[in-house]
């Protein structure tokens, strides 16, 4: 299990995150909604302390880490209990598919050698790149690299992977390829917290879906009932213009 | 001044300066290693914002870019060892080599300290951050991330740096440091053929850059294989023409 506790965050005097509590179980997809600016990929970089919140506590599990007194080596257990999937791939540039997933298993959990391939191996076959271990990031196309970004997380076999808005640096036809490798995991049990702008897909794969606006969550439930009969005006009035938005597209 | 120009004595010097040659590549192979060493040294404060060592790397960067090499040769040669004769530490029985090296070391450890620098903040913040996400400590995230990344983009420069440095080597004669333009003068002033010995002198240091110059650009190419298109273009074939390119034997004949 996962809990936030009162997260605050600012940036100089503006107040991005204003308290927020979050409870994920275990084998949740949870899905983090909201416009540009509402805090909802900071509050995900607050989870693995990319961002240091300036109050509140991130627990994973026994693991429960307080701003007041986290340590180095706390945020260190932290990150290794955590996978993160990046807007920008973020794959390391001078390493290849399978060195870019090994890396974490072998630096980070030491393990041999020829375990970390093994494992390299299957997550990126999972994701559909058994063919392309030993290309370079740059060899790749968007859609490629985060599914190899993807295998790096879930090699690493985290109590939970998030992801960061993780199609929206991609073309229009490479989302789909991306997101379907999502879903596909996101069957296994894997916990994962999602910040998307994808609503469909949010709607499909998430089995609680959270919505942030002005650094609150505003509202959070099953995605039926938050996308069916949401209870704030805030909410309708965001989904209204992003399905709007959505149907243009098509 | 001097003798009758005769070509036969360019051909008989080449041999006669290639001996010194190592004092040369010594100088230049010992001066960059501190460099580096001084170089990644002076560029840490500047990178992680230390108070204070921050400000005195400044300084050192700006006093040894902003100086000619040749008075920064005579300030240590003279100045050092009156310092540290002050401590009452005797210096004179240090050789003149030692010398050469900490001015060359110290020189090029301010150029590379800023290469280092720069190199380190062109690699996207987004590598830290994935390998942090991963766990590493941030030792490791510098060593296995940053440090591979930032060398490839940066060996242009340092290529550079390297055969500036060796081309300032020559000036080591004037403190009596009997490397290949000092064993030069000696030839030019007992046979009193002085153009030909420094004709000899600008092919050998024209050759070394050049042999340098193109084992820069393969280990560019090496370690830029990750993203190629960023390499400087060269091939195993035009390698050889740069070392054995036709008019360069012209060039020498007309001279």
């Known amino acids: ?250 | 001044m001097g003798r009758r120009f005769e070509f036969g004595y360019i051909l008989e010097f080449i041999p006669k300066l290639l001996d010194y040659l190592q004092i040369t590549l010594l100088i230049v192979a010992a001066s960059i290693a501190l460099g580096l060493i001084v170089g990644l040294i002076v560029a840490l404060p500047r990178m992680y914002h230390i108070p204070v060592l921050k400000r005195i790397s400044a300084v050192y960067v700006s006093f040894f870019r902003g100086t000619p090499v040749l008075i920064q040769l005579f300030l240590i040669y003279y100045g050092l060892p009156e310092l540290l004769k002050g401590l009452s530490i005797d210096a004179s029985k240090v050789p003149v080599l030692a010398f050469v090296i900490l001015t060359y070391g110290l020189h090029s450890g301010a150029f590379i300290s800023e290469a280092i620098r720069a190199a380190v903040g062109a690699v996207d913040r987004g590598q830290v951050e994935a390998a942090y996400a991963i766990g590493m400590s941030g030792f490791e995230a510098f060593t296995r991330i940053v440090l591979p990344q930032a060398a490839a983009v940066s060996l242009p420069v340092f290529a550079n740096l390297v055969i500036a440095n060796l081309k300032d080597t020559s000036l080591a004669f004037t403190l009596g440091v009997m490397e290949m333009t000092g064993k030069s003068q000696t030839l030019g002033m007992t046979t009193q053929h002085f153009i030909e010995v420094y004709i000899a002198l600008s092919l050998i240091y024209f050759v070394v850059s050049m042999i340098l110059e193109r084992l820069f650009l393969l280990a560019e190419r090496r370690m830029l294989k990750y993203q190629p298109e960023l390499a400087g273009h060269t091939s195993k074939k035009r390698l050889l023409q740069g070392l054995f390119l036709p008019q360069f034997k012209k060039g020498g004949e007309q001279a």
Request: hydrophobic share 40%; proline share 4%; net charge positive.
């Open chain 1, 1 to 250: 299990m996962i809990k936030l506790s009162g997260i605050r965050k600012t940036f100089g005097k503006q107040e991005v995150l204003k308290g927020i509590d979050l409870i994920v179980e275990q084998g949740d997809v949870v899905a983090i909604l909201g416009p540009s600016g509402s805090g909802k990929t900071t509050l995900l970089r607050c989870i693995n302390y990319l961002e240091r919140p300036n109050e509140g506590e991130v627990a994973i599990n026994q693991l429960k880490v307080n701003v007041k007194r986290a340590s180095k080596q706390d945020i260190h257990t932290l990150r290794k209990k955590t996978a993160m999937v990046f807007q920008n791939y973020n794959l390391f540039k001078h390493k290849t598919a399978l060195e870019n997933v090994m890396e974490g298993l072998v630096i980070v959990q030491k393990l041999p050698k020829r375990q970390a391939r093994e494992l390299a191996v299957q997550a990126l076959e999972k994701v559909g790149l058994g063919g392309k271990l030993d290309e370079y990031p740059s060899r790749l196309s968007g859609g490629q690299q985060q599914r190899v970004g993807i295998a790096r997380a879930l090699a690493l076999n985290p109590e939970v992977i998030l992801f960061d808005e993780p199609t929206s640096a991609l073309d229009p036809e490479l989302v789909g390829e991306v997101l379907a490798v999502i879903r596909k995991i996101a069957g296994e049990g894997i916990t994962m917290i999602i910040v998307t702008h994808e609503m469909a897909f949010a709607r499909d794969v998430a089995s609680h879906v959270v919505f942030m606006d002005g650094g609150v969550v505003v509202e959070e439930g099953p995605p039926h009932q938050l996308f069916g009969t949401p209870k704030e005006e805030r909410t309708r009035q965001f989904l209204k213009r992003s399905i709007q938005e959505w149907s243009y597209s098509i």
